[in-house]
């Protein structure tokens, strides 16, 4: 017998697939941050092309979503060293909100700023 | 009268779940529910149960998709509107009906070297164990363990990983950690290591979350990762 989603309806699980998802899609995303880098050796008008590009709103809106799965990856590793390297006290429940809070909030304060 | 309507898994693997119509009571345990079909029903129903009371273990199934102890959880708790379906343990081979095979499961604990090897005879006086030591802590949160496998079925790099330990074994192992009479601790350590041990642990807690008895294994498994490596630095594996 397998389970199936009803087995993984808890908070950790969905913890787990957040960070699972948001490492995937940031070592996707990792490839074309160091091409665009890379637009720099072909000239500044080659950059400040891409630059331009990226003023867009949907690029923008990308952007504020990159920075909440960085956010959310960051603070769910911190996560895990807390419940693997310091003493149990019973907060995993107290850990999972302060991790996606804090990727939130990190999202919003980028939203904002820009 | 108020009906259940109760869903049960019936055959081995290549089985189906057939639809059982039960009388519904206040204060109704899922165990209750499979002996009613078993008795008033279908004879050739199988199951596994002893103590009915939360003690023995043996009565772990798969509640509306959760792992439960069935004589411990209260129809109230788990019915959706008059429905429920009951099916074996997952993770585990099926033997029949609700009966999953756990061999499997009680051999990894002994792969774990879940047996305690004493380091003194009885000629020794008694061991005095500090009741307020750290280790003695350790020890009290994973000692009630029922071995009931609700954790192991759980668990999804049980899953994945066919060789991995998993939950139950590995917090056996922790309590034999921290025991100061056990000799075994090297050979423990070492047995528990690596990827069918307590490294392949995603920290998922699904376990933790589900183990009727509140045991948390994954206290015990992050245990039992720091000591294997403090005594790796050591040179002691
Ligand atoms: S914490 Fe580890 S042992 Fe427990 S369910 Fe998750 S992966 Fe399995
Ligand atoms: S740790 Fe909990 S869930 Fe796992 S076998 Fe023991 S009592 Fe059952
Ligand atoms: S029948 Fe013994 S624990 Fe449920």
Redesign the pocket.
Known sequence: MKNDLRARNHPSWWAFLVHRLSGLALSLFLPFHFWALGQAFQGEARLDTLLRWTEQPLVKFAEVLLIVLLAAHLSGGLRLLALEFLPWRGWQKSLLAWAAGLALAAGLAFALAL | MNMLQVSVWRGAAAGEYRTYEVPRYESQSVLDVVTYIQRSIDPTLSYRFACRVGMC?ACAMTVNGVARWTCRTHVAKVAEGNAIQIAPLANLPLVKDLVADMREFFDKWARARGQFVPSATRKDAFARVAADSRARAAVEAGIE????????ASCDVVSWNADYLG??AL?RAWTLVNDERDGARAERLRAVAGDAGCHACHTHLA?SE????K?E?TRSIAGLKRAVAMAALRGEL
């Open positions: 273990g363990c029922i071995g009931c496998g609700v954790c192991y939950p139950a917090n376990c589900r183990c009727p008895k045991i294994p």
